[in-house]
Antibody, heavy 116, light 109 residues
């Protein structure tokens, strides 16, 4: 059974940092391009970014609102995806999902609240 | 970066047919934009309904189909059921990033 389990969501002040994790199981994580997608309260889905496999160079792409502040990384030895979020803004408040959405693999999401 | 627009809301009668569309501000969409369709019900994570314009997952009900209509990705629901009431999002690969539409709230009534 495929599972993606996010963790690390918390309440953080503007300008602060947070790291989210996504533990994967049930599929070959090292062969998977992985994405982060977020959803602000009561709003639609927003793509955050993605990371390719190590075999593809492990390169990353980011949406404009987070580029330069967020970093996606992966540890294939731990089957874990990460999202390092720096210089957080109030508008980053959202549920963050990790996903391999081409295969319909989604986590349950973790809530990040940025508030003073 | 493209702006992707969807109908904010649509209503379909049980057993009826409805088509949702996805419009890109950069012009006609092709299969090279890798259109996706997602379904999200209240309090749940999204699910991927259609990928690469028209491909379905094993769980995708046969009454859903994806296509390109006049340069726009389209999701057609034929034979709507009450459990199809949800928000539907499309996404496109454009300019090196993925862009989601704002979602269509589909009511089955």
């Amino acid at each position: 059974e495929v599972q993606l389990v996010e963790s690390g969501g918390d309440v953080v002040k503007p300008g602060g940092s947070l790291r989210l994790s996504c533990a994967a199981s049930g599929f070959t994580f090292s062969n998977a391009r992985m994405s982060w997608i977020r959803q602000a309260p009561g709003k639609g889905l927003e793509w955050v970014g993605r990371i390719k496999t190590k075999a593809e160079g492990g390169t990353t792409d980011y949406a404009a609102p987070v580029k330069g502040r967020f970093t996606i990384s992966r540890d294939d030895s731990k089957d874990t995806l990460y999202l390092q979020m720096n210089s957080l803004k109030i508008e980053d408040t959202a549920v963050y999902y990790c996903a391999k959405y081409r295969d319909d693999y989604w986590g349950q999401g973790t809530l990040v609240t940025v508030s003073s | 970066q493209a702006v992707v627009t969807q109908e904010p809301s649509l209503t379909v009668s049980p057993g009826g047919t409805v088509t949702l569309t996805c419009d890109s501000s950069t012009g006609a969409v092709t299969s090279g934009h890798y259109p996706y369709w997602f379904q999200q019900k209240p309090g749940q994570a999204p699910r991927t309904l259609i990928y690469d314009t028209s491909n379905k997952h094993s769980w995708t009900p046969a009454r859903f189909s994806g296509s390109l209509l006049g340069g726009k990705p389209a999701l057609t629901l034929s034979g709507a059921r009450p459990e199809d009431e949800a928000v539907y999002y499309c996404s496109l690969w454009s300019g090196g990033v993925v862009v989601f539409g704002g979602g269509t709230r589909l009511t089955v009534l």
